[in-house]
């Protein structure tokens, strides 16, 4: 079961900082999502590429995410 939840909060962390990236949301929204749920905290990834992103949310196959990153990352190349 620990796999799972390490698991799951590995998706919580990429999504978060998917959200932010494409700018879905603010820190200061997180925050404010945080206090209305049950949760203690909300994580993102220390060291991330726009790349990492692409390459787990591929894993999870989750091909949208993965076209709208590798869209971002094409205009942030220009």
């Given at each position: 079961m620990e796999f799972l939840d390490d698991l799951e909060e590995l998706n919580d962390i990429m999504h978060n900082a998917y959200l932010i990236v494409t700018k879905k949301k603010t820190l200061e929204s997180l925050y404010k999502d945080l206090r209305k749920s049950n949760k203690t905290h909300f994580s993102?990834?220390?060291?991330?590429?726009?790349?990492?992103?692409?390459?787990?949310?591929?894993?999870?196959?989750?091909?949208?995410?993965?076209?709208?990153?590798?869209?971002?990352?094409?205009?942030?190349r220009n």
């Open positions: 993102l990834p220390f060291d991330f590429s726009i790349d990492d992103l692409i390459e787990h949310f591929s894993n999870m196959e989750d091909f949208d995410k993965c076209n709208e990153l590798s869209k971002l990352k094409n205009v942030q």
